[in-house]
């Protein structure tokens, strides 16, 4: 579903944020990155979709080569996978309903289909009561799944979480990891990078480390592993 293949980044001032990466996320796999801040946990995920590119190496998603594709061609790979913030990142004029849908407009989805999928997702993350709601007047929670019905609401394959419950109290976070799991149960690849210690050790799943742009750890149903 993912591999890299000696993949290194190097920003344009010169820091080396990734240096010769090689991994390979299986379909259907649920996976912890962690590791300290600025160890280069964002830049491993932004380069899985494609928000960078690497300067050296290999990645394929979906079975797709990601330094051969097309420029016309990054919105397939783009609507096979939902991206979720710790920000949220919803837009704050549009309602709930509007946030989800654009993400099928943004594809061109049939007008019909997208009402129908965007209250089934609604419903999924237990918000469609919530539907004609602006993001200003709900809860953190509530918004972060507002952005995990977006993430899923084109049926991605792949699910990139970069610190999903960075900005939610220890109990919003396990609804929101709940919800993750049920995601990943259906069928989708999730990565999630986090700081968050008891989920990581509660949920035991295949942790990767990332310490100073390398792999220094990746063990099945691993541990948190930091103090932190
Ligand atoms: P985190 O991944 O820890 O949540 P960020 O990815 O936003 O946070 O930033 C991680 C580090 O990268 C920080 O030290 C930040 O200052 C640095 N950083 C982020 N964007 C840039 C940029 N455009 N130029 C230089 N440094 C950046
Ligand atoms: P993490 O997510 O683990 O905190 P990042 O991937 O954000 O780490 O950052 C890895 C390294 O790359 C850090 O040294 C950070 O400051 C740097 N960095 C991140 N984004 C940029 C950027 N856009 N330009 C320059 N340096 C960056």
Redesign the pocket.
């Known amino acids: 579903m993912i591999e890299m293949q000696d993949v290194w ?1 190097t ?8 240096k010769g990466i090689n991994v390979k996320i299986d379909a259907h796999e649920f996976v912890y ?1 962690v ?12 380069l899985i979709y494609r928000e ?1 590119r690497p300067t050296k190496g290999h990645i394929f998603v979906n079975g797709f080569n990601l330094e051969k594709l097309k420029q016309r061609k990054i919105p397939y790979v783009r609507r096979n996978i939902g991206v979720i913030f710790q920000d949220f990142k919803l837009l704050p004029k549009l309602t709930v309903y509007e946030n989800v849908a654009f993400a099928m407009e943004v594809i061109e989805a049939p007008k019909k289909l997208m009402k129908k999928r965007t209250m089934e997702v609604l419903e999924l993350v237990r918000l469609k009561d919530k539907a004609g709601s602006l993001p200003g007047q709900l809860s953190g929670g509530e918004q972060q799944r507002v952005a995990i019905a977006r993430a899923i609401v084109n049926n991605p394959a792949v699910i990139i979480a ?2 999903p419950t960075g900005n939610l109290d220890p109990e919003t976070s396990w609804g929101i990891m709940k919800l993750l799991e049920e995601i990943n149960f259906r069928g989708a690849t999730i990565v999630m ?1 986090t700081h968050n210690k008891e989920i990581v050790n509660t949920m035991r799943k295949r942790v990767i480390a ?1 310490e100073s ?1 390398n792999i220094a750890r990746d063990v099945v149903r691993g541990e948190y592993g930091y103090e932190d």
């Open positions: 980044k920003y344009s001032d010169g820091t080396h944020a990734l990155v590791g300290p801040s600025g160890a280069g946990k964002s830049t491993f995920m932004k960078e970069d610190e990078a990332i742009g």
